[in-house]
């Protein structure tokens, strides 16, 4: 059993950054993944990592996030910079060997959740 636990949301101005931390015993999972939810919306798909180091990004934060992971420090992140009010929503991480599990959104392992919210 794997245990995530996501830190680094709060409160930012638009225009702002935030980094989000995964920590949990990820060195040995292929695939982890970024879900937000913002509310009276469906969860989706942020971005993706595998331990091959193939990365993906929805079309919605594409050069504005980076998704990187540290195996070394069982930590896996999510550098955001110039937010949007668009991007606030409870974010969490995700991971299972299966890349196609995380895609669909039923990662074996998820996180609790950090809120991240965008506002002046």
């Known amino acids: 059993q794997v245990q995530l636990a996501e830190s680094g949301g709060g409160l930012v101005q638009p225009g702002g950054s935030l980094t989000l931390s995964c920590v949990g015993e990820i060195s040995s999972i292929h695939a982890m993944g970024w879900y937000r939810q913002a509310p009276g919306k469906q969860r989706e798909l942020v971005a993706t990592?595998?331990?091959?180091?193939?990365?993906t990004y929805d079309d919605s934060v594409k050069g504005r996030f980076t998704i990187h992971r540290d195996n070394a420090k069982n930590t896996m992140y999510l550098q955001m910079n110039s937010l949007k009010p668009e991007d606030t929503a409870v974010y969490y991480c995700a991971a299972d060997d299966s890349y196609y599990f995380v895609v669909s959104g039923r990662a074996a392992y998820w996180g609790q959740g950090t809120q991240v919210t965008v506002s002046s």
């Open positions: 990592i595998t331990n091959g180091g193939a990365i």
